[in-house]
């Protein structure tokens, strides 16, 4: 069974740039498709990019495309989610979710399996 845990978190100013990290521990890591997700106060937790087990297919939604970058190293066992050009809109928990054994760039919660503890982020204007 993996387990997911993220780093990275912080405070930042709008415009800046944060990193996030998802280590996972356990074996077949790199069977796992793994996506990132953020939850906003008052808000249902939405989707923000995923990554195929193969780490050759991306997908994000519409808000952070060009703006932030989904990449995974396998031997590291380590999804990384770089974001670039934040806005206050961006402040939210970010979690890093997997799902075992399916091709391609899940982008439902239903799809995972498997889910971090959550790292804050927040965007001063």
């Known amino acids: 069974q993996v387990q997911l845990v993220e780093s990275g978190g912080g405070l930042v100013q709008a415009g800046g740039s944060l990193g996030l990290s998802c280590a996972a521990s356990?074996?077949?890591?790199?069977?796992?498709?793994m996506g990132w997700f953020r939850q906003a106060p008052g808000k249902e937790r939405e989707f923000v990019a995923a990554?195929?087990?193969?780490?050759?297919?991306?997908y994000y939604q519409d808000s952070v495309k060009g703006r932030f970058t989904i990449s995974r190293d396998n031997a590291k066992n380590t999804v990384y989610l770089r974001m670039n050009s934040l806005k206050p809109d961006d402040t939210a928990v970010y979690y890093c979710?997997?799902?075992?054994?399916?091709?391609?760039?899940?982008?439902?919660?239903?799809?995972?399996?498997?889910w971090g503890q959550g790292t804050q982020v927040t965007v001063s204007s």
């Open positions: 356990g074996r077949a890591f790199r069977s796992y498709a």
């Open positions: 990554i195929s087990w193969s780490d050759v297919s991306t």
């Open positions: 979710a997997a799902r075992f054994g399916v091709r391609g760039t899940p982008t439902q919660e239903y799809e995972y399996d498997l």
